[in-house]
């Protein structure tokens, strides 16, 4: 229960930093976050959505945007790999 005081979300904080960096890399620009999830703009929204999901690697469209929730490393790895192949 809450007793055992909040849950330790600092593995999350890390990754969420380091994916936003290595979105950064391939010229993307996420948004500021302070959930486990990232927004991303982008005019190409719509299209990357429909190749990252023919590539089993599932987003959120948003309008102008994709919404990339924050995942294990190997699996955000995968995502950055796939949006590097088709910018």
Known sequence: GLEAGPPDVSATIEERERLTAALRSIGLDPLPSYTNFLCVPN?????????????????????????????????????????????
């Open 43 to 87: 005019e190409r929204a719509p299209e990357l959505y429909e190749s990252l999901l023919d590539r089993g690697i599932a987003v959120r469209p948003s309008p102008g945007a994709l919404r990339i929730t924050v995942h294990r490393p190997d699996a955000d790895d995968r995502l950055v790999d796939a949006l590097a192949r088709l910018l």
